[in-house]
């Protein structure tokens, strides 16, 4: 998995798993994405989602992302029937404390299970959020009634 490390963290911490493919996907999950960094311990997030989304270059600004790493599906590793799989193991170095899927498929609740079983622990907490526009987060409410700090 090739990742965005311009900002580099160490292991653990909060990934947020955003697989729609373009920029106008990137650009309308902003203000969750932003919520559940204001919400982590270290306040910044790895960002998992598809090239074509342009995030590493998009996002570059945003002080809350940490890294972005890359889904290679259509073709790629992560695809097929054990794509989720394999997304788990490439996942596990990272050892994340915390997985948040901004999408409704399971085979990625299923890929951060894997990343945990992997590194022979559970994840602190797996939230999921299979329709990201009528949800709220963490106990904040909606987030676009909310005023966060950057």
Same mark, same amino acid.
């Given at each position: 998995m090739n990742a965005s490390d311009n900002r580099q963290n160490t292991g653990g911490g909060t990934l947020v798993?955003? @697989?729609l493919p373009g920029i106008g996907d990137a650009?309308?999950?902003? @203000?969750?994405?932003?919520a559940i960094a204001a919400r982590a311990p270290e306040r910044r997030i790895t960002l998992l989602t598809k090239r074509r989304s342009m995030a590493d270059e998009l996002l570059a600004g945003c002080d809350y992302i940490s890294r972005v790493l890359w889904l290679e599906r259509d073709g790629g590793s992560h695809d097929g029937p054990f794509g989720f799989w394999r997304l788990g193991a490439a996942l596990a170095p990272y050892q994340f404390d915390e997985a948040w899927i901004l999408h409704g498929s399971s085979r990625y609740a299923l890929a951060a299970w894997h990343a945990a079983w992997w590194n022979d622990e559970t994840l602190a907490d797996l939230e999921w959020l299979p329709d990201v526009t009528h949800s709220t987060v963490a106990g904040y409410g909606n987030i676009f009634d909310q005023t966060w700090e950057t």
């Amino acid at each position: 998995m090739n990742a965005s490390d311009n900002r580099q963290n160490t292991g653990g911490g909060t990934l947020v798993i955003q @697989p729609l493919p373009g920029i106008g996907d990137a650009i309308w999950h902003l @203000p969750f994405i932003r919520a559940i960094a204001a919400r982590a311990p270290e306040r910044r997030i790895t960002l998992l989602t598809k090239r074509r989304s342009m995030a590493d270059e998009l996002l570059a600004g945003c002080d809350y992302i940490s890294r972005v790493l890359w889904l290679e599906r259509d073709g790629g590793s992560h695809d097929g029937p054990f794509g989720f799989w394999r997304l788990g193991a490439a996942l596990a170095p990272y050892q994340f404390d915390e997985a948040w899927i901004l999408h409704g498929s399971s085979r990625y609740a299923l890929a951060a299970w894997h990343a945990a079983w992997w590194n022979d622990e559970t994840l602190a907490d797996l939230e999921w959020l299979p329709d990201v526009t009528h949800s709220t987060v963490a106990g904040y409410g909606n987030i676009f009634d909310q005023t966060w700090e950057t």
